[in-house]
């Protein structure tokens, strides 16, 4: 992993853990594409501790100078037990969108915008204030829903807060 790429990883990270209060930890997985986002790409999500809520943000990797105002990812979540649940969600993905966006609206947490030579990153706020209905590892599978977005790997970042007492 080159410095560059180390560097934007950890400002991504950065990011989510600002969306979430304090005294949070925080799981972070990273996986590179292969052919510009057609592969379904699955997280081992840990919801085991029954005294947190958990937040969850995705993460993806742009190409620059990709033409793509948003982007459609189907997510689906498998609970231990087995049982699942999949949704289709659209998240905009235009990095000059995002970072004007995210310079207009500072106190807006939800999406955070990194750049380096190359690509930038985008992490958005998938869920917050998660009690599980199963504590355990989950499995979440992403996949992008349409080809040619430009985007060259996928993340999450799971983190969790304690219960107020």
């Known amino acids: 992993m080159s410095l560059r790429t180390a560097t934007a990883l950890l400002l991504i990270a950065a990011a989510c853990t600002v ?8 799981d972070f997985s990273f ?14 999500i840990d919801l085991s501790d029954t005294a947190c809520v958990y937040s969850i943000c ?10 793509c105002d948003d982007v459609t990812f189907l997510v689906r979540l498998t609970s231990p037990s087995g049982k699942s ?15 004007d966006y995210v310079r207009n609206k500072p106190d807006d947490n939800r999406i955070k915008a ?10 958005w706020t998938y869920r917050t204030n ?9 499995e979440m599978d992403i996949s992008v829903a349409e080809q040619d977005t430009g985007i060259i790997g996928l993340g999450t970042a799971v983190s969790r807060t ?3 007492e």
């Not at 996986?31 to 081992?44: H, I």
């Not at 995705?58 to 033409?67: A, C, V, W």
Request: charged share 20%; net charge negative; glycine share 8%.
């Open 58 to 67: 995705l993460i993806s990797r742009f190409k620059k100078n990709t033409q």
């Open 19 to 26: 969306t979430s209060c304090t005294g949070n930890d925080q």
């Open 31 to 44: 996986t590179s594409l292969r052919n510009d986002g057609d592969a379904t790409v699955s997280f081992d």
């Open 85 to 99: 649940g999949s949704e289709r969600i659209t998240l905009p993905s235009d990095y000059r969108t995002v970072r």
């Open 162 to 164: 304690p219960l107020a």
């Open 114 to 123: 990194a750049s380096a030579p190359g690509y930038y990153d985008i992490s």
């Open 130 to 138: 998660i009690i599980p209905q199963e504590y355990g590892m989950w």
